[in-house]
């Protein structure tokens, strides 16, 4: 599958110019009760596929959109979307930050819908840093976007993980409506129990 390799991410600052710049390198002012000058680097982000080596060190960033994940389960489910290599449309999406952690992971496969006929579905769909997380969103949702154009599909479905309570993911679902996506519907789980 042929992926972006790696994305310039330009962090939206709009520094002020002072002195030469090193090439890739941006200078802004901070306000605050003294000056002081600090230099921001563009970020180059690998947005590509998961190895199936790089299951276990995905899974720390799982947790934090699906707490209850457990390890094993979480094998599984990622072993079947990267095996599926063979069947296309199905894998699971990361984004790699400068120092190769990843940062950003979204499983993927295509799917039929009634009112948009092929799709591609983004579940699950998590990006977490402590510098800017909401650009490591953006490379991840524009990776799937060039996936999906790649196999046809007339739109991406994201299921953006939520605890039920409200505003646990205003920054992800205002990512995504700046991105395009729009509330189409809830989807609500009833889990069942088995019967021993």
Not at 94 to 99: D, R, S
Not at 154 to 160: D, I
């Amino acid at each position: 599958m042929d992926l972006p390799g790696s994305l310039d991410v330009d962090q939206g600052h709009r520094p002020a110019r002072r002195g030469t710049l090193a090439t890739g390198e941006k200078t802004c002012l901070l306000r605050y009760s003294e000056r002081a000058e600090v230099t921001l680097l563009v970020r180059k982000l690998n947005v590509r596929l998961l190895l199936p080596k790089e299951v276990d060190r995905a899974f720390p960033l799982i947790r934090t959109a699906c707490p209850s994940a457990k390890l094993e389960g979480w094998r599984r489910f990622a072993r079947q979307r990267v095996a599926a290599g063979s069947e296309p449309g199905t894998g699971i999406l990361l984004v790699g930050n400068e120092q190769d952690c990843i940062v950003g992971v979204a499983a993927f496969r295509l799917s039929d819908n009634l009112l948009h006929g092929r799709v591609l579905c983004a579940d699950p769909f998590c990006a977490h840093d402590i510098v800017d997380q909401a650009n490591i969103a953006r490379a991840l949702e524009n990776g799937l976007e060039k996936i999906a154009r790649r196999h046809g599909c007339t739109a991406v479905h994201t299921n953006v993980a939520s605890s039920g309570q409200q505003g646990d993911d205003g920054w992800l679902s205002k990512v995504l409506y700046e991105r395009g996506h729009h509330l189409e519907g809830l989807n609500m789980c009833k889990l069942i129990s088995t019967v021993a």
